[in-house]
Structure formats: structure tokens, C-alpha cells
């Protein structure tokens, strides 16, 4: 089992500053088979990038996804108010498929 | 527009059994392999149970191997998963969610049915 570890816990940050988000792997994620969701309170989580790095669609370019391996980050360049939320990483290379703990991003 | 609507979730007491549906429209259901995810109060999420667009192949998480099943009627639009022997540490959120293929994410999700497990 892929076991992602995802850091930091919360992140506390202003509205317009940039964000990052690390989701590191027990062992190789092949193929970069490695998805980010979003999800805000009492909501579904909503597909923001796949293949570690490929945006989906309607997804802001704010947004980036970057990493191979075993190490991958989530950037968000500039915060909106919309953007704080959790964010969960997934990898969907082999069963079980496994998430990290997710990332809080909160307003400062 | 690809929607899918869960239902069946309440509350249960341990050992108890209940089953889940998920209503699909929007594509060709019979095409896309589809899962339930979970995701407890508070916590993360946990995937729990996939099936393949024919239904000929199953797969399921170590938590719930040999007490949850999952079925669908390709004919009805419908993805099932029935649990048994319920325990308090399945209490969660029931998402069902669409994957396009076997080697992809979930592109698709439903709005949840909570499962409460308690005496």
C-alpha cells in the first residue's frame, strides 16, 4: 500500500499570498499517477489536478501541480477567497488507492 | 452534465447492515469503472470499493474485505454497496464517484450520504 503523507497540517495565509502544499509517498508513484482534489466545507471534492501536473478543466491557472516520484507539491500562486479550503492528494497508480491526510488552508 | 446522487444512509446500530445507492446520468454509465469513497467526521478521505463498468470485477479496502459488497445495474444506472456488520468505525460520508478508466482519477462525485453507526 502507498502510503501519502501530506504537510503541512494547516496552513494559515492571506488572501493574495501564494501557497504550498507538499504530498510525499512511501514509494514511487509510477507514471506520475497522482491527483490533487479540492474540497470545502459540507461539499464534495472537486478534481483540481491529475497526472501530477495536468490541470482539469476550469481549473484556474493559479493552480500547478509539479513532482515525480515520491515528492509532489500543489502551488497556488496567488490566493482568492475561494481557494480556502482542504486539499487532498491521491494516488491512483495501484489498489488500494490511498490520500494523503489533506492540507488546511486557512485565512490568516 | 455527469451527476451522481447517493441515498440509503441513516442511522444504524453495530452489527447492523445497509445498503447504498448511487443514481448516475449524464454518460454512458456502463463505460466508467466507479468506487465509493469515504470520508469520516473530521477526517480524511478513505476509498473503500470499486467496480468495473461490466461489474465482472470488484475490489475492495482491507476495513471492509468480506462484510461490504459492491454491485451495479448497468440496465438502471445504478451502483450499489451493501454493508455488514456494521461497525461504529464505519461511520462516515458515503461518496460514489466516476473514474474515466482504470489509470485515472475520480472526475466525478456525488454530494454523500452520511452512514451513522451507534448504539
Known amino acids: 500500500e502507498i502510503v501519502l503523507t501530506q504537510s503541512p497540517g494547516t496552513l494559515s495565509l492571506s488572501p493574495g499570498e501564494g501557497a504550498t502544499l507538499s504530498c510525499r509517498a512511501s514509494?514511487?508513484?509510477?507514471?506520475?499517477?497522482l491527483t490533487w482534489y479540492q474540497q470545502k466545507p459540507g461539499q464534495a471534492p472537486r478534481l483540481l489536478i491529475y497526472g501530477a501536473s495536468s490541470r482539469a478543466p476550469g481549473v484556474p491557472d493559479r493552480f500547478s501541480g509539479s513532482g515525480s516520484g515520491t515528492d509532489f507539491t500543489l502551488t497556488i500562486s496567488r490566493l482568492e477567497p475561494e481557494d480556502f479550503a482542504v486539499y487532498h492528494c491521491q494516488q491512483y497508480v495501484s489498489t488500494p488507492l490511498t490520500f494523503g491526510g489533506g492540507t488546511k488552508v486557512e485565512i490568516k | 452534465e455527469v451527476q451522481l446522487l447517493e441515498s440509503g444512509g441513516g442511522l444504524v446500530q453495530p452489527g447492523g447492515s445497509l445498503r447504498l445507492s448511487c443514481a448516475a446520468s449524464?454518460?454512458?454509465?456502463?463505460?466508467?469503472?466507479l468506487s465509493w469513497v469515504r470520508q469520516a467526521p473530521g477526517k480524511g478521505l478513505e476509498w473503500v470499493s470499486a467496480?468495473?463498468?461490466?461489474?465482472?470485477?470488484?475490489y475492495f479496502a482491507d476495513s471492509v474485505k468480506g462484510r461490504f459488497t459492491i454491485s451495479r445495474d448497468n440496465s438502471k444506472n445504478m451502483l450499489f454497496l451493501q454493508m455488514n456488520s456494521l461497525r461504529v468505525e464505519d461511520t462516515a460520508v458515503y461518496y460514489c464517484?466516476?473514474?474515466?478508466?482504470?489509470?485515472?482519477?475520480?472526475?466525478?462525485w456525488g454530494q454523500g450520504t452520511l452512514v451513522t453507526v451507534s448504539s
Open positions: 467496480i468495473n463498468g461490466g461489474g465482472t470485477s470488484t
Open positions: 514509494q514511487s508513484v509510477s507514471s506520475n499517477y
Open positions: 449524464g454518460f454512458s454509465f456502463s463505460a466508467y469503472p
Open positions: 464517484a466516476k473514474k474515466n478508466n482504470g489509470y485515472s482519477p475520480f472526475d466525478s
